[in-house]
C-alpha cells in the first residue's frame, strides 16, 4: 500500500485510484481539522506550516496521478504540472496572504479570497476538474505499454 503513495512507477486502474484518492482526502481532512485552528492562529508561521503539511498530501496525489496517467500510456510530468501548479499557486498565495486576507469568523480564523485569489482558485478548481475526469473516470489502455503490464490483466492484490 505504501508504494501507492510513494513510488511514481508502473500503472494502476481506476478503481485502485479512487481508493487511493479517497484515503488521501480524508487523512488531509482530519488532519486540517486538526491543525488549521491551531496553526492559522500563529499567523504568517502557522499558514506556511499549513502549507508544507499539504506538500506532503500532494506528493502522495502525484504518485497515483503518475500511475494512472501511466495507465492510459501518458507521460506523467506534463499532465501533473498542468493539473496541480495551479493548486500549488493558490495555495503558495494564500499562505503569503497575496490575494487573501485572513478573518475572524465565528470566532476561528479563515482565510477569505480578495479578486487575485479567487481568479487562481477558479482556475485551479479547472484544472482539478480535468485531473478527476483524465484519472478517476477516463479508462486505461489495454494490454503492456512502456509503463508496464496491464493492472486488469494482474491479480488483484
Not at 485502485?16 to 491551531?38: H, M
Not at 475572524?104 to 480535468?130: C, H, K, P
Amino acid at each position: 500500500m505504501k508504494e501507492l503513495f510513494t513510488d511514481a512507477r508502473g500503472r494502476i486502474r481506476r478503481k485502485t485510484w479512487w481508493k487511493g484518492f479517497l484515503i488521501i482526502v480524508v487523512v488531509s481532512l482530519l488532519v486540517g481539522a486538526v491543525l488549521s485552528p491551531l496553526l492559522l492562529a500563529l499567523g504568517l508561521l502557522g499558514r506556511v506550516l499549513l502549507f508544507a503539511v499539504s506538500l506532503v498530501f500532494l506528493y502522495g496525489m502525484v504518485m497515483l496521478g503518475s500511475k494512472r496517467l501511466h495507465d492510459r500510456n501518458k507521460d506523467a510530468m506534463p499532465r501533473l504540472a498542468l493539473f496541480y501548479a495551479p493548486t500549488v499557486l493558490s495555495q503558495l498565495l494564500q499562505t503569503l496572504g497575496i490575494g487573501w486576507q485572513a478573518m475572524e469568523v465565528a470566532g476561528r480564523t479563515v482565510m477569505v479570497s480578495g479578486l487575485i485569489g479567487g481568479i487562481v482558485l477558479w482556475v485551479s478548481m479547472a484544472f482539478a476538474l480535468w485531473a478527476l475526469i483524465e484519472l478517476g473516470f477516463l479508462s486505461g489502455g489495454t494490454g503492456s505499454n512502456r509503463f508496464g503490464e496491464d493492472p486488469k490483466a494482474l491479480p488483484s492484490p
